[in-house]
């Protein structure tokens, strides 16, 4: 009953779509469990490159049943436009199923996203104003409309009604912005319940029976350990629980059966939106990162921060994930660099952690302690055994390695599907 889940160490974007893309090869359903379309998954097959932000990747293998989970919120109007774009493209994937539990990211939470950042003023979480903060909120205070009930549109008025005689006040009295209508919200949905009303199940009873069938489920994170609502830089998180522990709250499956926890480590780190981020760099190494990784957002096109890859970072997401191994992605990013550096503590008040500081003002406030090594200059990007990578290249791995106590059963070296190093 092999369950395998894959989530990221970092702030995300640590490439888990090239890497989801990769193992579906071997999987029967792959499961997202927590997030929205505040997610973007760059996978490129080929000449072909497919972005997607709620439908989990590994869609280009036609057998594959994707299944949102019940930790997801989702946008109707989102994943139905997500549907079409794949249908063009000659993927349609009428076996997607959704949890019927899965909650819905109402318009009104679009305006709250917004609002609120604005309210925020400079103190703004950054977040990618797709209204998935405001959706949690809602399903925290049990105001929440679910994908269940676009099969009752009449519990789905009543339930719409409710929100907004609340959402109404604020939006008017707070934000001084129109109150929202529920007809129109009604009338827009009913449209969305034709469409989606087919693939609204019972997904936990889905993919336990698929696991008691022996079949290979892979789990895939959105986002990354340190945007974990619970186990991030709070509050500059967002607000669902990315670490592996919450496949098994967002998909209705025992962690029993689970048995392997991947990480997928980018060579770099990167940060979209605010908050600490000791390593980051504003210079020339953060310039080449950006430039040669492209490391602009794929939900909002924002230019993400780069910095050094960070051990306690990683160590601190080896053991709050409980991962079994690692993918190391992006390596090919880092050729040029003369010197790669690696932060294997911090200083704060003249204490050095090598583990994740306890506290948010250490962390905010720390200054790393770096290993330097020395780069490489040769291409890698066509290396298909870690015996072709230059020695540098091989040593910068296998000392993240040794630091983080864990193996990589993978090496990428490249956005497409076979520059990617088994090991
Ligand atoms: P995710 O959110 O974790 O799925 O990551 P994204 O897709 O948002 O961002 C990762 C980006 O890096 C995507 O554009 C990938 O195609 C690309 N990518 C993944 N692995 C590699 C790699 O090894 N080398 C390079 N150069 N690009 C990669
Ligand atoms: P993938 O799955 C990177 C960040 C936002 C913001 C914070 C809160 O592609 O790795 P939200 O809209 O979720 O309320 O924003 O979280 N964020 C991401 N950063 N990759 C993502 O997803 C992200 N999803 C949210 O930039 O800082
Ligand atoms: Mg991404």
Partial sequence: MPGRILIGPQWGDEGKGKITDILADKMDVIVRYQGGNN????????????????????????????????GVVVDPKVLIDELDGLAAQGIPI??????????MIMPYHRVLDQASEAHLGKAKIGTTRKGVGPAYIDKAARLGIRAQDLLDMKIFRTKVEQALALKNEILVKIYDLPAID??????????YAARLAPHIIDTSL?????????????FEGAQGTLLDLDHGTYPFVTSSSPVAGGACAGSGVGPLRIDEVTGIVKAYI???????????????????MCEVGCEYGTTTGRQRRCGWLDI???????RVNGLSDMVLTKLDVLTGIDKIKLCTGYRYNDEVYRDFPPNQTIFHKCEPIYEEHPGWSEDISAAKTMDELPAAARDYVARIEELAGLTFSMVSVGQKRDQTIFK
Avoid: C
């Avoid at 939106?273 to 760099?281: I, M, N, R, V």
């Fill in 39 to 70: 997610a973007g998954h760059t996978v490129v097959n080929g000449d072909r490159e497919l972005k997607l932000h709620l439908i989990p990747a590994g869609v280009f293998y036609p057998e594959i049943v994707p299944v949102i989970g019940d």
């Fill in 94 to 103: 009428d076996r997607l199923r959704i949890s019927a539990n899965a909650h």
């Fill in 182 to 191: 529920a007809d129109e919200i009604v009338r827009e949905h009913e449209s």
């Fill in 206 to 218: 889905y993919i336990n029976q698929m696991l008691d069938a022996g079949k290979e489920v892979l």
């Fill in 270 to 288: 990167t940060r979209v939106g605010s908050g600490p981020f000791p390593t980051e760099q504003t210079n020339e190494f953060g310039e080449h």
């Fill in 312 to 318: 306690p970072i990683l160590r601190y997401a080896v």
